[in-house]
């Protein structure tokens, strides 16, 4: 429902008035009507809000129309004035549109009435909107010439339908351009552009506007007056019509030269310390990381955009340090702090650091954050630890040799008395004693032996092997020291080929992989070890291992243990790598393994899998051209004396009492000496009785090398068995050097002994 039009009309005759109102109303126009007769009413009803148009007779006694229209024009001018009149002729009605009437009605000719005033209302309202546009446009022109002036942004308004295109007064202040040096229209703009930047800026602008985008920016070069380049961050607004179509751009563009120069300059920078080797980063006071370098990526495993913003204390250490809160309270104290800590890597490697830690402060003095510096000192400190534990090594194999000698003197005794009290034991479980004595004073000596070999290098004897001996061996000791939650388990087939080493090296493999089987299984678990033979193809061998197809036993060790993670298969034959803490291993364990396997030519593979457990499997070759062997050992052959009389040195009364004793007991006769000097008496007393001289190598006063020149030179031909707790190539090559006859290693056996001393005998002198 249309609102009614809101009409004054001046007339005296009350006829007229409501005929006109009448018409109006028959052309389908609401009106409220105010009619009128005098000044004062008429300058009343102009006061009113509304008022949408006047209609007034032109001919009224005491207050005529042209006077109604001069005070009408006067207070309200936006208003239409339509005169209705029957006396009004053409010059007058002329003259009164000159003045401001809208429009005149014959009042005989009364119709064009509706006509007339919906022209006129609707020419009104045009007309006050369209002012009220132009208004709001100027109101809106000075407030965007203020804030061009406000801004000190370049603001610019190009216009689609002029092709002008304005610029702030910024443009000379900011790009040196004199407004009258400036080329009219975009020419201004787009022949300043940087060559190489101009197409990719077009092309964005165009492409913008083209599909219907309502902003639009973009970053480039632009050329000042000067010659000089400043780099422009451009935005603007597409202003369209109501189809859409593109009208206007106002933009405003930015010079970021100075922020340009800061980021290469910062860009520059962080090159550098992308370059350096060290880990460089930095974090504010709440531990936050700002900065990470390449360096720290390589170093850590976090890429920056994984590192930054993650707390330090979370990342590198896992939860907060004891080490990390020292190094802030000394650094906050006195400015720096350096020193070494422990970190992890992405994975949880972990990772030892030389940390050098900078306070950074804010212009009020205030901490604000902390540079920190950090060079990987990982496989320093490994390399240190390692030649640490090569030293005690090295420390250990000197002393072993000293340790040895007196070791072996001391199972000397043990194994020869033990073959003589066999032979006058009567009883099964007496002899049975004694056998587990003098099996456990060899296996001492061979432990001896063995340690001599790792720590110089020298591999041990090789004889034939069964495999089955071993792993019982290897069972009874495990069931013997292993906890009672390990359940031990051994699987050997009959027939199993046998092979040849070294007892106590091969023995030492298996307890080294039972002994990481057990520490695998901390809450206990199943241990088994078993053996079978196997017949290996070439495709079988590892390749560039060297070794022969055919057949093999192999040997295996599996537990039912957290497992081996797949990253450390390849590292646990490393030597001194281990899962295990400084207390519980060395590192050396399967480094011996693989070295004594390798010696024995063969070699080792493993499979594991987390959660399920470890098996290690040993390969040895079987030596086809061996003799028939059998686990049981042969009952030993004691060769007898005829009487001969013997010279016997050595500074150790136990050796020297039952070496003599079992001498005597088989037969021969025998003198004692306990030095090189008191054995020279000796023979000068009896040097043609005696038959031949055992002597041991180290001895005080003098020893044995010493004592054997003189007899040399006494008796070239004297046969003389040297015996010795040391087996090394120099003690060895020594007695070789002394044309000696035969070299006893102690402990040796009755068995030994007594074969040795027949062959020197009843044989030349050794070359």
């Known amino acids: 429902m249309k609102m009614p039009l809101h009409v004054v009309h001046v007339e005296d005759n009350a006829t007229d008035a409501a005929l006109a109102e009448s018409l109006l109303d028959a052309g389908g126009i609401s009106c409220k009507v105010a009619c009128v007769k005098t000044r004062e009413s008429f300058l009343t009803a102009l006061g009113q809000e509304k008022v949408d148009l006047i209609l007034s007779d032109f001919s009224m006694p005491g207050f005529d129309g042209l006077s109604a229209l001069e005070v009408a024009r006067a207070r309200r001018p936006e208003v239409p004035f339509i005169f209705l009149s029957g006396t009004i002729g053409e010059e007058i009605a002329i003259d009164a549109l000159k003045r401001g009437a809208t429009d ?95 197409e990719r800026v077009l092309g964005s602008i165009h492409a913008a506007i083209s599909t219907g985008l309502q902003t639009w920016s973009d970053e480039y070069r632009f050329l000042r007056a000067d010659g000089s380049i400043a780099y422009v961050f451009d935005r603007s607004y597409i202003v369209r019509d109501q189809q859409g179509q593109p009208i206007r751009i106002i933009g405003a563009m930015t010079d970021i030269t100075n922020r340009k120069q800061a980021e290469e300059k910062i860009r520059g920078q962080a090159a550098l310390l992308d370059k350096a080797q060290d880990a460089i980063c930095l974090k504010d006071m709440a531990q936050q990381i700002l900065y990470w370098n390449k360096s720290a990526e390589r170093l850590y495993g976090w890429t920056a955009k994984e590192a930054l913003g993650h707390n330090a204390d979370d990342l590198l250490y896992q939860g907060e340090s004891a080490s990390s809160i020292k190094a802030l309270h000394s650094l906050i104290r006195y400015g720096e702090w350096q020193g070494e800590e ?44 390692r030649f640490l534990r090569t030293q005690r090594l090295e420390t250990i194999g000197a002393l072993a040799g000293g340790i040895a ?36 004073a060899r296996r001492g000596a061979e432990m001896v032996r063995q340690i001599l070999s790792f720590s110089r290098g020298v591999s041990g004897e090789h004889t034939a092997i069964a495999p089955e001996q071993l792993i019982k061996e290897m069972s009874r000791l495990a069931q013997e020291t292993f906890s009672r939650s390990i359940k031990i388990q051994t699987r050997v087939p009959q027939h199993l080929h046998t092979i ?24 206990g678990g199943s241990l088994t070890i078993e053996a079978e033979n196997v017949f290996l193809n070439p495709e079988d061998l590892p390749a560039g291992a060297g070794l022969n197809p055919g ?12 497992g081996i993670a797949p990253e450390l298969l390849e590292k646990i034959f490393e030597p001194f790598f281990t899962t ?54 042969e009952k030993p052959v004691l060769l007898p004396g005829q009487g001969e009389l013997l010279l016997l040195v050595d500074d150790e009364a136990a050796i020297l009492e039952l070496t003599k004793l079992t001498l005597e007991t088989f037969t021969y006769r025998v003198l004692i000496a306990k030095n090189g000097a008191e ?50 190539e120099p003690v060895v090559q020594k007695a070789r050097d002394l044309r000696t006859d035969a070299f006893l290693k102690k402990p040796f056996t009755t068995e030994l002994l007594l074969k040795e001393l027949r062959r020197v005998i009843e044989a030349t002198a050794l070359a």
């Not at 909107?129 to 942004?153: G, H, M, P, V």
């Not at 992405?346 to 804010?362: C, F, H, I, M, P």
């Not at 005794?413 to 006058?424: H, T």
Request: hydrophobic share 35%; charged share 25%.
């Open 500 to 523: 040849t080493g070294n007892s106590t090296q091969l023995h030492q493999v298996l307890l080294n992989l039972c002994v990481n089987a057990r520490d695998a299984m901390p809450q």
């Open 104 to 198: 005149y009605v014959l009042k005989d000719r009364m119709s064009r009435l509706p006509s007339s005033v919906q022209r006129a209302v609707r020419e009104a309202r045009e007309l006050t909107e369209r002012r009220r546009i132009e208004e709001e446009l100027r109101k809106s022109e000075e407030r965007f010439q203020l804030a061009a002036r406000a801004t000190n942004d370049v603001v610019w308004d190009w216009n689609f339908l002029t092709h002008e295109l304005w610029w702030s007064d910024n443009f000379q202040k900011q790009f040196g351009y004199h407004p009258d040096t400036r080329e009219p229209g975009t020419e201004s703009w787009y022949r300043h552009i940087h060559p190489l930047d101009k």
């Open 342 to 385: 422990h970190q992890v890597a992405k994975g949880g490697r972990k990772l030892t650091v030389e940390s050098r830690w900078t306070l950074l402060r804010d212009e009020h003095g205030e901490p604000k954050s902390i540079l920190i510096i950090n060079t990987d000192v990982t496989e320093k400190k490994q390399i240190e630890a």
């Open 405 to 440: 000698h007196d070791l072996n003197n001391a199972l000397t005794p043990v194994l020869m008395a033990g073959n003589l009290l066999r032979q006058d034991a009567k009883s099964p479980e007496t002899r049975q004693l004694l056998d587990m004595m003098t099996s456990s």
């Open 580 to 633: 295990k803490d400084l207390t519980h291993g060395t590192g050396l364990g399967l480094s011996t393994v693989l070295g004594i396997v390798k010696t024995h030519g063969g070699f080792v593979n493993v499979a594991s899998e987390i959660g399920r457990g470890t098996t290690f499997k040993v390969f040895l070759p079987v030596n086809v051209s061996a003799e028939s062997f059998s686990a049981s050992p």
């Open 551 to 562: 057949p093999y036993v192999v040997f295996k060790v599996s537990d039912t243990g957290h």
């Open 679 to 728: 054995a020279l008496e000796v023979y000068h007393q009896h040097q043609h009785d005696i038959a031949a001289v055992l002597t041991d190598m180290m001895m005080p006063v003098m020893n044995g090398p010493e004592m054997i020149k003189v007899l040399r030179a006494i008796n070239p031909a004297i046969k003389i068995l040297v015996m010795s707790g040391l087996d090394s």
